[in-house]
């Protein structure tokens, strides 16, 4: 069992009685992504208030905007496990709903990058907004080349930056920001996330290429 594995059994001893409620009220995987992308609309905003506010050097109140930023992130990452997790114990599967399920994290992700994008540029940090933008570009990647596997019946899910590890990445740093008044947390977890995701994405080329080569 690797440490994702791992971790997912211990998150889902706390998230299984909230799903069996959700069960009993009716409420669908579809709604629960939904919430989820709306909180990162809500992260959003609150990295674009923490950026005008750094504009307008109200250092401390950009800084509780970006903690807060942080800590929705997180919550909302709580609900991209539990919409798979609610497919899956209230037999609610399907295909949109997988289709709905990635569309609405991609943009959760993107939207929430560029809000962070922008706390850099209005703190006139040019290259971490440029880096910030890398991280945008490897994150994306890294779900392409899955889909794009996927299509191929091939089994892609290598790599040492996929997306539960990037929302963590991402809220942590920006919470621990945002309690230090420090940039320079979040500016190392764009990094981690710039470097790591694009490897992440040419890693998984690479196990596409050599599966291909197995078949002939």
């Known amino acids: 069992m690797n440490y994702r594995d791992f ?8 998230i299984n009685p909230i799903i069996k ?6 409420m669908t995987p579809n709604i629960v992504t939904t919430l989820g992308f709306i909180g990162n609309i809500g992260a959003t905003a609150l990295f674009i208030l923490g950026a005008l506010e750094m504009q307008d050097g109200n250092s401390i109140l950009a800084y509780q905007y970006i903690l807060w930023g942080g800590i929705v992130i997180l919550f ?3 609900f991209d496990m539990m919409d798979g997790r609610l497919a899956r114990l209230g037999n609610m599967s399907s295909t949109f709903g997988a289709l ?10 993107l939207i929430s990058l560029f809000g962070i994008t922008l706390i850099f540029l209005e703190n006139d940090w040019f290259w971490l907004g440029v880096i910030t933008f890398a991280a945008m ?19 892609c899910k290598v790599g040492l930056m996929q997306r539960p590890e990037r929302v963590v990445v991402t809220a942590v740093t920006a919470i621990i920001s945002g309690c230090t008044e420090n940039l320079w947390w979040i500016a190392g ?17 690479e196990h596409c290429r050599q599966e291909l080569k197995k078949r002939g």
């Open 7 to 14: 971790l997912q059994k211990i998150i889902y001893v706390f």
């Open 21 to 26: 409620g959700m069960i009993k009220v009716g």
């Open 76 to 78: 909302s990452g709580l």
């Open 100 to 109: 709905w399920d990635s569309t609405l994290d991609r943009y959760s992700e």
């Open 137 to 155: 570009v490897g994150s994306v990647m890294v779900s392409y080349v899955r889909a794009r596997a996927e299509g191929l019946q091939i089994d």
């Open 189 to 205: 977890g764009m990094i981690l996330i710039a470097v790591l995701a694009n490897i992440t994405a040419f890693w998984r080329v």
